[in-house]
T-cell receptor
Framework: DSGVTQTPKHLITATGQRVTLRCSPR?????VYWYQQSLDQGLQFLIQ???????AKGNILERFSAQQFPDLHSELNLSSLELGDSALYFC?????????????FGPGTRLTVT | QQQVKQSPQSLIVQKGGIPIINCAYE??????FPWYQQFPGKGPALLIA?????SEKKEGRFTISFNKSAKQFSLHIMDSQPGDSATYFC??????????????FGKGTKLSVIP
């Protein structure tokens, strides 16, 4: 158990809808990273928040957005969903003391768009 | 485009064998190279990681070898066990600012260890 929690575990929704994925980092970690894992694209970095502020952006679609709250949990919002958005979405947390490189992944949310 | 190329795609070894998974990168700004292990239905778990200032790192049965000049690194699993059967991902990240280490992943290697 990495200490990172994600909810929900599974999500099934229809095209055009909007969903919110939630992540709680390990205690004391200030950074949250979001990654998407799909069969064709593999694991891809989407976005990073550090202590409430956006720190880095990767291959994140404009239909997707994220935020990190004062209690350091983060939410990834996916809107106008398409079939191709079906994937596993992971968050990872890091930045505790000197172990700032190490990222610990949550169990993921499996999103199915029908 | 930042890429990490991983090979082989799949690997089958006998119990006790030493599977070797290789990765190569182009971006010389990469300075942190972790390996992750992923079981079906689970998130990637950090296995071992290396920085470019060392050529080898061992943790238990897992060893990373790093060749900075060739821009290659590899994972060796000593005395492999059926429980090691999983998908292994190499990754790399640059230090792109205080506290920012976004990972670029290889495509993964599915390892099967046969009893």
């Amino acid at each position: 158990d990495s200490g990172v929690t994600q909810t929900p575990k599974h999500l099934i929704t229809a095209t055009g809808q909007r969903v919110t994925l939630r992540c709680s980092p390990r205690s004391g970690d200030l950074s949250v990273y979001w990654y998407q894992q799909s069969l064709d694209q593999g694991l891809q970095f989407l976005i990073q928040y550090y202590n409430g502020e956006e720190r880095a952006k990767g291959n994140i679609l404009e239909r997707f957005s994220a935020q990190q709250f004062p209690d350091l949990h983060s939410e990834l919002n996916l809107s106008s969903l398409e079939l191709g958005d079906s994937a596993l979405y992971f968050c990872a947390s890091s930045f505790t003391g000197t172990s700032s490189y190490e990222q610990y992944f949550g169990p993921g949310t499996r999103l199915t768009v029908t | 485009q930042q890429q990490v190329k991983q090979s082989p795609q799949s690997l089958i070894v006998q119990k006790g064998g030493i599977p070797i998974i290789n990765c190569a990168y182009e971006n010389t700004a990469f300075d942190y190279f972790p390996w992750y292990q992923q079981f079906p239905g689970k998130g990637p778990a950090l296995l071992i990681a290396i920085r470019p200032d060392v050529s080898e790192k061992k943790e238990g049965r897992f060893t990373i070898s790093f060749n900075k000049s060739a821009k290659q690194f590899s994972l060796h699993i000593m005395d492999s066990q059926p429980g090691d059967s999983a998908t292994y991902f190499c990754a790399a990240s640059p230090y792109s600012g205080a506290g920012s280490y976004q990972l670029t992943f290889g495509k993964g290697t599915k390892l099967s260890v046969i009893p």
